[in-house]
């Protein structure tokens, strides 16, 4: 895909790469053949939209919940009444992402 014609609805943006993401950008960028900018601009929209990269993290900490519950030892009950399980996927579910944000 070639680099949008600069005009008025794209507008410069400038970010920070250590050395190695930039590398890596670069490598990538050349590999899927398409601008950085591309890449960036698509990076970032599914990072502020509610987009398959939220599903998949949101999934990963769902199948982390799994196995925490499916623990033997995780089902230790404190005195609270609430086993170790519990606690510590009340701790994953605040990691969940809603439009682009935790929690």
Do not use: W
Request: aromatic share 6%.
């Amino acid at each position: 895909m070639k680099e949008p014609k600069p005009h008025s609805r794209v507008k410069p943006v400038m970010i920070y790469l250590n050395d190695q993401d930039r590398a890596d950008l670069n490598a990538y960028a050349k590999k899927e053949k398409m601008p950085v900018s591309q890449l960036a601009r698509e990076g970032i929209k599914m990072r502020i939209t509610d987009s398959d990269y939220n599903t998949g993290f949101n999934d990963g900490l769902n199948e982390a919940q799994k196995v925490t519950r499916s623990i033997e030892g995780a089902k230790m009950m404190f005195p609270s009444g609430k086993s170790f399980a519990d606690l510590v996927c009340e701790n994953i579910q605040q990691l969940v992402r809603h439009d682009g944000t935790k929690g």
